[in-house]
């Protein structure tokens, strides 16, 4: 068996030093090869994953701390795999379409591999340590992405994003060490913690999730915790936003997920979560309304889509569970494709508030069209992968909550109405036509072209990945 | 050949010394380098022997030659060879700091293979006296930090020969390890009393709080390369004494100490880590942020495990290189006039080398992974777990997070605005600060061969 995992982390780190041996110029090339050959071997997975018609991919590689037992142990589920495949397209094309001002590309290529390496690590992970130590490379990574790239007032935002994801790790931290402790045989190990955390005292099953939750719900973000996202979106660059959202609020969401999975006494407040979800998602969606800069608007769909991903999680049944997944997954391709968009709006015009900028579609059409399908794809609209990810989510809704269940949907209602109306007025306003400035290269139409193939690919043959799961 | 063992290491420092004293008249500094750094060399080599043997045994009656003792040797003399560095470069007079730093080491080395408690006072009188003329030698304005520094070091040898005298009734031959088998011991309030002078006075170089007040103060006012020495390998030596003293001797007192160092710990943690935020002068900054590290260092005493005594000499070891790291770089920025958190502004443009290894280091000061500084700090939260002092624990973690502020201060603001004018480092800053990096990120990544050694360093000084 060939150990692809291993295979693609080492493939990012090679890749980590040949953009930082290489010079300016060509150090975006040098990502791009790289981040590729992640992105077919994570594909490569998916098939040998399809002809054998199930996931066997466990690798065990050096020790780290030998007295935890804690080595280097990568393994697959059907949900790591789809966030895997998701990561690594979404780190391929921001590393080559992300950047068309050429700023700084060696750093930004050598933080987007790093991140990428994070992320895959992350979602692979066999055991809770490793899991937190991914998380935390993540974190820096785009700290710097965000600090190192970021527009004026990146300061601020960049220490409050530092402050909450450390917040976030140094809760999950504490969590990790309790549940080690807590288990009967003493270990770090998933998926024997998952067999065996029912032994756990039902009061220690509280505490310990009740960190693990705070610490995912910071990360999705979800309402009263998602602060940090609107700023470090503003701030960022095309590449870290890129980033931030298509692939970093997923360690939450995944986080989640787990935590649900490790701790059986979680079900107990799979109400109270799903509360918190449907009121977040509808929080968001009217703060989302008096947005003006295409990059919040874009940022707070993110709050809703997550919060509604959180209803998913909470529902605690297949179709809950793997809506969730799949949700994560087109989300993860929609958003990224939708912050390219409005990177390269902002290339174009110089401005990214929709009030002044107008006629996108008589600049470039390409940017025009891809927002639309964006907006189409973060709403759910039908052969589009959230599409399939939302009908799951509330399917598992209806059966865990009854008709209730149902009502968040009506956020991404609001949220649709708020995004035609900016589409409206902004991309297809064509009586005045503002002045272009800049013109989009061709790596970022091919940016789109991929980020737009795999969102119809999912949303037209769902059963890629859901097979692997039991619905 | 464990008995040779002994041999090599007290010849070793008897060339040390008597070369560094004959220093002060031939002033061949760069061959004095040379033969210094060897002869350090040579004194790592054969600990690292020690270790790996694994025995333990007397040699010439006085030193205890074991893993714990040898870890240690190992320790001092890795990082007196980074300090040597950093000296010969910058130091007004080097030939005769040599020769301070030559007695203070035998006070370090002595402690580190102690025996007994008359070596361990011995140990602190020559090895803390040394430093504040190392301070002095530098011209008047160092004075005031070098007084300081001698007054209390005078202090706490003070209080440590009290707590030593107070011993003695029980026990005269005043060896580590006897009072362990004296079964009178517990319930004896004369000895409770030692016990806590004992920690009062190791606290003074351990910069517990309150006994620390003078670590800012003497660590901003002394040259670069002295602080690195104290940050990096006094109160580490502090901290050995400490070991030997508690768990050697006062063993049988360990509910009694355990507790009053909890408490120490939680105000050493918050007090360096609250103090350091509105820090503006980055030596002072990391001057507190090292008080906070010696918090958590305490924590693994506190669990009174051979489990908590491992991961202390984990973070010790860690911290010690991260430190005089940290410390080179302040060092040279200070020689160019960049003192505080505004002046790092561009450090990363001008010098991308330097600005990157501190931000490693300050990576691993928070204990973020992948650095050696998160394991240090996993491996003694999780010591603190152990023993079911679960709001110790969250008291740290929280002091973790207070931390991050400062260091991303600085982070942030070394990658702040861009400067184009570049800035070299002397090949002895780079060198020193290599070293401490591939420390630093070589045992973040890879963490097993230091942790055998602190856990072969736990047995063998554990009682049990």
């Not at chain 1, 470039?364 to 959230?386: E, H, K, Q």
């Not at chain 2, 990082?79 to 007695?103: Q, R």
């Not at chain 2, 005298?165 to 362990?180: C, H, I, N, Q, W």
Request: aromatic content about 14%.
């Amino acid at each position: 068996m060939i150990p692809y995992l291993g295979i693609m982390l080492a493939s990012l780190l090679l890749g980590i030093i040949g953009v930082l041996l290489v010079n300016e110029r060509h150090s975006r090339v040098v990502g791009s090869v790289f981040s590729g050959i992640t992105m077919l071997l994570a594909f490569a997975v998916l098939v040998s994953g399809i002809q054998s018609g199930s996931l066997n991919f466990s690798e065990n590689y050096i020790y780290y701390i030998s007295q935890f037992n804690v080595s280097l142990n990568l393994q697959l589920t059907p949900i790591s795999l789809a966030l895997v495949l998701m990561a690594s397209v979404v780190a391929f094309v921001t590393v080559f379409a992300g950047n068309p001002e050429h700023e700084r590309e060696k750093t930004a290529s050598a933080l987007i591999l790093l991140f990428e390496f994070a992320a895959i690590g992350l979602f692979a992970s066999g055991n809770l340590l490793l899991f937190f130590i991914f998380w935390d490379i993540g974190v820096l990574a785009l700290f710097f992405m965000i600090y190192l790239l970021g527009s004026a007032n990146r300061r601020r935002a960049a220490i409050k994003f530092l402050i909450y994801e450390l917040l976030a790790s140094l809760l999950l931290l504490f969590a990790i060490m309790l549940v080690y402790f807590y288990t009967p045989m003493h270990s770090f190990d998933i998926n024997y913690i998952i067999a065996n955390s029912v032994t756990m005292s039902s009061s220690t099953q509280t505490l310990i999730f009740a960190f693990l939750f705070v610490a995912f719900l910071i990360n999705m973000p979800v309402f009263p915790l998602h602060l940090w996202l609107p700023d470090a979106h503003t701030e960022a660059s095309t590449q870290g936003s890129m980033l931030l959202s298509g692939v970093l609020t997923k360690f939450g969401g995944y986080g989640m997920l787990l935590a649900f999975a490790l701790i059986p006494a979680a079900a107990n407040f799979s109400l109270f979560v799903a509360l918190l979800g449907g009121f977040s998602a509808f929080y968001a969606a009217f703060v989302l309304m008096t947005q003006h800069d295409i990059k919040r608007v874009i940022a707070y769909t993110t709050i809703v889509e997550m919060s509604i991903i959180l209803v998913g999680i909470a529902t605690l049944n297949p179709f809950g569970t793997a809506g969730a997944t799949f949700a994560m997954l087109a989300h993860g391709f929609a958003i990224s494709m939708l912050f390219l968009v409005a990177g390269s709006i902002g290339h174009i015009f110089a401005d990214r508030d929709f009030r002044a900028v107008k006629g996108v579609i008589a600049s470039s059409a390409a940017t025009g069209y891809t927002f639309l399908i964006g907006v189409f794809a973060t709403t759910g609209v039908p052969l589009t992968a959230a599409f399939i990810g939302d009908v799951l989510i509330f399917l598992g809704a209806i059966r865990a909550f009854s008709a209730m269940g149902v009502i968040p949907l009506l956020s991404l209602g609001i949220v649709g109405a708020y995004l035609y109306y900016v589409m409206n007025k902004s991309v297809f306003s064509t009586r005045e036509v503002s002045k272009t400035i800049e013109y989009i290269g061709s790596s970022q139409k091919l940016g789109y072209a991929i980020l737009l193939f795999f969102i119809f690919l999912f949303g037209l043959l769902p059963f890629l990945i859901l097979n692997f799961f039991n619905l | 050949m464990i008995p040779y063992i002994g041999y090599i290491i007290a010849g070793a420092l008897f060339l040390f010394v008597a070369t560094d004293i004959l220093a002060v008249w031939h002033k061949k500094l760069k061959l004095q380098l040379i033969v210094s750094t060897a002869l350090l060399g040579l004194l790592a080599l054969t600990a690292l022997y020690g270790i790996m043997s694994g025995q333990s045994s007397v040699a010439l009656g006085i030193f205890n030659i074991n893993p714990f003792s040898m870890l240690f040797v190992l320790l001092f003399s890795l990082s007196l060879m980074l300090v040597n560095f950093l000296a010969y470069e910058y130091s007004n007079d080097y030939a005769a700091f040599l020769m301070l730093l030559g007695f203070a080491s035998i006070g370090m080395f002595a402690i580190a293979m102690a025996n007994s408690l008359v070596t361990i006072l011995l140990g602190i009188e020559l090895m803390t006296v040394p430093t504040a003329f190392m301070i002095m030698l530098n011209g008047k304005q160092f004075v005031e930090s070098a007084i300081k520094l001698f007054i209390l070091a005078a202090i706490a040898i003070s209080v440590l020969s009290f707590a030593v005298a107070l011993v003695f009734p029980y026990d005269p031959s005043l060896a580590l390890a006897s009072l362990a088998t004296n079964p009178g011991i517990s319930g004896t309030y004369i000895l409770v009393l030692a016990l806590l002078l004992f920690i009062t006075a190791l606290s003074f170089d351990a910069s517990l709080f309150p006994f620390n007040l003078w670590i800012p103060d003497v660590y901003t006012g002394a040259p670069g390369y002295v602080t690195a020495l104290l940050a990096g390998i006094n109160k580490k030596v502090a901290f050995v004494a400490l070991f030997e003293v508690l768990l050697l001797v006062m063993f049988p007192l360990a509910g009694y100490y355990s507790s009053a160092l909890q408490a120490l710990a939680i105000m050493t943690m918050f007090f360096g880590n609250i103090v350091a935020l509105v820090q503006n002068n980055v030596k002072r900054l990391f001057a507190y942020s090292s008080i906070a590290q010696a918090g958590y260092i305490t924590l693994g005493i506190v669990s009174v495990t051979q489990y908590g005594i491992e991961a202390s000499i984990f973070q010790i070891i860690v911290h010690s290189f991260m430190i005089i790291g940290s410390f080179a770089i302040v060092l040279w920025l200070e020689s160019k006039n960049i003192r505080t958190i505004t002046d790092y502004n561009g450090l990363g443009s001008r010098n991308a080398f330097a600005a990157f290894a501190l931000t490693i280091f300050m990576i691993s000061l928070i204990g973020i992974p992948p650095t050696a500084g998160f394991v240090g700090k996993f491996l003694l939260f999780t010591s603190t777990i152990n023993v079911g002092l679960l709001a110790l624990t969250i008291i740290a973690v929280i002091n973790s997070f207070i931390s991050v502020y400062y260091y991303a201060k600085v982070i942030m603001s070394m990658y702040a605005k861009k400067d184009r004018s570049a800035m070299k480092a002397t090949w002895s800053i780079n060198a020193v600060v290599l070293v401490c990096l591939a420390v630093v990120i070589v045992f973040g990544i890879f963490p097993q061969p230091l942790i055998s050694m602190a856990s072969a360093a736990a047995t063998a000084i554990f009682p049990i």
